[in-house]
């Protein structure tokens, strides 16, 4: 099926389930853009399973996860995109208006939508440097170590394919300066070592 071939409503299924997926799994730590073909290939290397979790027929041509790696078909990437970068911005514009508005503190499923939506747009382009603004607002805004954690993890993921993104490299420079009086800078700054160690062997 050629990218063109996709509807609106098709792209936006995929960018559900791609949504579904990564958060089922947020140990995700590896992302690869893999051509269809070669979606039989990991599935016998996964001993005839294409996931540990419950992918349906369909899914298991666009997308492929075995532990905490994630495949996507590059024959859905630029539909994936499109309904990605649409869904983000709009849940963007909505949240900045619900800001806007007296008396409103935000909304928390406008805050996760955007979160959601930001992180599957930053999988698909690394250097989309709204959607990188939009989290640094609203993890800011929110003050949780776990936010803070997570975006952690998200540029780890992002720095798995692309290491060369001054952005996804720029965001961890901020998370850490952020959370530098934490107790937990300590285990931060090992987990760099080793992050900038496997990302060197590469």
Known sequence: ???????????????????????????????????????????????????????????????????HKLGISTQVLLPLYRAAKHAFMAALREYKTSENLPGNSGDDSLESEVMSHSKALLMLSCDFGTAWNSRKFIVLKKQLLPMFIDELLLSALILSYAPKSERAWSHRRWVIHTISGNSILQQIIEGESELVEKIAEV
């Open 1 to 67: 099926m050629s990218e063109n071939a996709y509807s609106d409503v098709k792209a936006l299924d995929l960018l559900n389930e791609l949504e579904r997926i990564l958060e089922s799994d947020p140990l995700i730590d590896e992302v690869g853009f893999v051509h269809p073909s070669q979606f039989s290939t990991l599935k016998e290397a996964a001993g005839g399973s294409t996931s540990s979790q419950d992918i349906s027929e369909h899914e298991n041509t666009n997308f492929w996860i075995q532990d």
